[in-house]
């Protein structure tokens, strides 16, 4: 078996090359490493990493076939670094021209309006509201709705709308918020998903919202896959949605927290969950604190089999060890921004590539915030929100990286979604 790792000498200091299966393929991980880019210009704010089948052994053959010296091009974000010898290059290129149909992206179709409605239900089991906003195709153009939430920047929408009559029912994706966020932080992707043919349900996760925090209910992170799992009981019997959804092609997306809430109903466990609540930033609890809690049910399993496939954005991993991320079988996407300054790359992101080995991967420069996956900022909300919230780097605009993430969610659902 190659070795999974190889020291390579790039812009004079060692790193380390990483392969996630080295038996199987070389796959760099370019968040390990801060690399001087060799060449000027714009870039954009990410590559899409991504190992076809054809390049099984790959790691193999390319540790034997080329120096130590080699400057992989893939552990730059977009800007290739100075090859090695002639040959290098010459067997690189005829690599990247075999490899150009992987990186071709996928514009969203836009087709038809955008369509939402707010729904409230009731979970009288564990007395918590679970609201949430669905959007869908629709083919009313107006009048346009004016949402209270005006600190966003948000799409055009028709209220209450009527579905787009269509002569099959449309794939459905769940949306989980982050931290303290909220059902509309990511209108911006819920509107790419609904003009490429889906509709999206997004919910509010009660105690742990931007205007309704609770401490205690958040640590009862378990409360966050049963939402989902209520929401999907609840919508299969609705008739208002049972001819329009197909209940047996659902996706997941989740940002943040809602990361580590999609990790659960994907399959994940959590473990040693006093120490991971420990871990959680300004809001750690005291372990005496802590031994008040009963968290006795944070260790069940809130695996839901409806679910086909699970997106991640820039995702929290605290309360889940290597052992149970290899437990998920599901197709699982990831977008991880390398320079995440509230879940650190390290910590988080790559304990998901490294245990888990995602289906389809994405990788930010380091310049991009973990605030550049909620929606833009309006001049309204500007005057109230923290500055972290809306202020982008020049390099990275955020409509740019909103449409390079809207490409990536609709391939990963169509591929998953497509044969279900």
């Not at 540790?63 to 552990?75: A, E």
């Not at 809001?283 to 005496?288: F, G, I, P, R, S």
């Amino acid at each position: 078996m190659v070795s999974a790792q190889k020291n390579l000498k790039i812009d004079r200091r060692i790193f380390t090359v990483h392969s996630l299966k080295s038996d199987r393929f070389l796959y760099p991980i370019a968040g390990l490493f801060k690399i001087r880019h060799m060449t000027k210009g714009g870039c954009p704010p990410s590559i899409r990493v991504q190992i076809p089948i054809f390049l099984a052994g790959f790691g193999r053959f390319a540790s034997h076939l080329l120096p130590i010296k080699t400057c992989f091009p893939i552990l730059t974000f977009a800007r290739p670094i100075e090859f090695c010898d002639c040959f290098t290059r010459a067997f690189l290129f005829l690599a990247l021209l075999l490899c150009l149909p992987i990186f071709a992206m996928q514009r969203a179709s836009a087709g038809h309006a955008l369509g939402v409605r707010t729904i409230e239900y009731l979970d009288a089991s564990r007395n918590r509201p679970v609201v949430v906003e669905l959007w869908y195709p629709t083919t009313d153009q107006g009048p346009i709705d004016q949402p209270s939430d005006n600190i966003w920047v948000h799409p055009k929408e028709v209220r209450n709308a009527p579905f787009l009559k269509a002569k099959s029912k449309f794939p459905l994706i769940l949306m989980s918020h982050g931290h303290r966020g909220g059902r509309r932080e990511a209108t911006w992707l819920a509107e790419a998903l609904v003009r490429a043919g889906f509709t999206v349900a997004a919910v509010d996760h009660y105690g742990d919202m931007r205007f309704h925090f609770d401490l205690f209910a958040t640590v009862r992170f378990w409360n966050r896959p049963l939402d989902f799992i209520f929401l999907l009981n609840q919508m299969e019997k609705d008739d208002r949605f049972r001819d329009k959804i197909d209940f047996n092609q659902i996706g997941f997306v989740g940002y943040s927290l809602g990361g580590m809430t999609g990790l659960a109903l994907a399959g994940g466990q959590a473990r040693n969950i006093r120490q991971s609540i420990g871990k959680m930033g300004r809001y750690a609890l005291d372990e005496k604190l802590i031994d008040r809690f009963d968290l006795s049910p944070a260790e069940k399993s809130y695996t839901d089999s409806r679910i086909k496939g699970v997106l991640l954005l820039c995702p929290a991993v605290f309360i889940y060890t290597p052992e149970s991320l290899k437990e998920i079988k599901i197709p699982i996407g990831l977008v991880a921004a390398i320079g995440d300054e509230v879940l650190p790359f390290k910590e988080h992101a790559y304990q998901i590539i490294h245990n888990l080995i995602p289906a389809k991967l994405k990788l930010l420069r380091e310049e991009i915030s973990h605030y550049a996956f909620i929606n833009r900022i309006s001049d309204a909300g500007k005057l109230i929100l923290h500055k972290a919230l809306h202020t982008d780097p020049p390099c990275c605009d955020r409509d740019s990286l909103h449409r390079e993430i809207n490409d990536f969610a609709i391939e990963f659902f169509r591929d998953v979604l497509k044969s279900k």
